[in-house]
């Protein structure tokens, strides 16, 4: 069983700066596909960005050149580093663990943890 869990995220200016980490526990974080997601007030949860277990990341067009996914497996911790965000990245951002593709769906995730909050506001 591989339990995971987020934090870091918290209030932020337009224009700031987050990093989200990931901490997985129960196996090895490169056995996995790794993805972020988030889901905003009366919204569907959505692809931000993903990392294979190869290490190839993946970006959602709405945050690319502005998010970066990368890991720590000496750490065992996916992370997702955050500038420029924008009032429309608030939202509750959740990791998930899986092996399945395409990245971008929630249903090839198996695992998942319990979200950590991001509000961006003045």
């Known amino acids: 069983q591989v339990l995971l869990a987020e934090s870091g995220g918290g209030l932020v200016q337009p224009g700031g700066s987050l990093k989200l980490s990931c901490t997985v526990s129960?196996?090895?974080?490169?056995?996995?596909?790794m993805g972020w997601f988030r889901q905003a007030p009366g919204k569907e949860r959505g692809f931000v960005a993903a990392l294979t277990s190869t290490e190839i990341p993946v970006h959602a067009d709405a945050v690319r050149g502005r998010f970066t996914i990368f890991r720590d497996t000496a750490t065992n911790t996916l992370y997702l580093e955050m500038n420029g965000l924008k009032y429309e990245d608030t939202a509750i951002y959740y990791c998930?663990?899986?092996?399945?593709?395409?990245?971008?769906?929630?249903?090839?995730?198996?695992?998942w943890g319990q979200g950590t909050q991001v509000t961006v506001s003045a």
């Open positions: 129960g196996r090895a974080i490169s056995d996995f596909n």
């Open positions: 998930a663990a899986g092996h399945s593709t395409p990245l971008t769906w929630t249903a090839s995730y198996d695992s």
